[in-house]
């Protein structure tokens, strides 16, 4: 009996061993994933990647018969936070009050396109330019591409007046 014994008793030690190394590549597999993800979680507050932009208002292209039309300068910078756009800006030297400012989106950089948002603007011939919006991803790539541009229209000028387009 003493052999059988002696057999269980190192059959239960081999066994018990083998139960802590388990254990311990098991706490230690956990210990790395609780760090990785501690490490990878964002701090509270983190401010989410930004990009800026920036824009130089000037003249839509004009023919002579828009001249007594079409006038005036002006700049706005934007920021990029996830696909949230926020624009201010400044004009000034509008033959005649401004009316409406939007972002469009041109095929390419130079190239008119469709509107797809409204900012705020002052409706006299200086003044300011506001807003957020938020754009899609096809927004957001036309954005980093130079696809996005702003143009302010005024009562003269219906069609747009001034026009710039948003880049880094």
């Known amino acids: 009996m003493n052999l059988n014994s002696c057999a269980s008793t190192s059959d239960v030690a081999a066994t018990s061993a083998r139960a802590v190394r388990i254990r311990r590549r098991t706490m230690l597999a956990a210990g790395l994933a609780i760090g990785l993800l501690f490490v990878s979680w964002p701090a509270p507050g983190a401010a989410q990647n930004q990009e800026k932009y920036k824009v130089r208002l000037a003249t839509v292209p004009m023919d002579g018969g828009m001249r007594d039309a079409v006038a005036g300068s002006g700049s706005a910078s934007a920021v990029l936070t996830g696909t949230r756009l926020t624009v201010t800006g400044t004009f000034a030297g509008l033959r005649s009050p401004a009316t409406v400012a939007r ?64 880049v880094r």
Do not use: C
């Open 103 to 166: 972002v469009h989106s041109g095929l390419a950089k130079g190239v008119r396109g469709a509107s797809v948002a409204e900012l705020t603007v002052s409706k006299a011939t200086n003044g300011t330019v506001s807003g957020s919006i938020d754009l899609t991803r096809e927004q957001v790539q036309g954005l980093q591409s130079g696809k996005l541009y702003m143009q302010i229209s005024s009562e003269k000028a219906p069609d747009g007046n001034l026009w710039g387009w948003f």
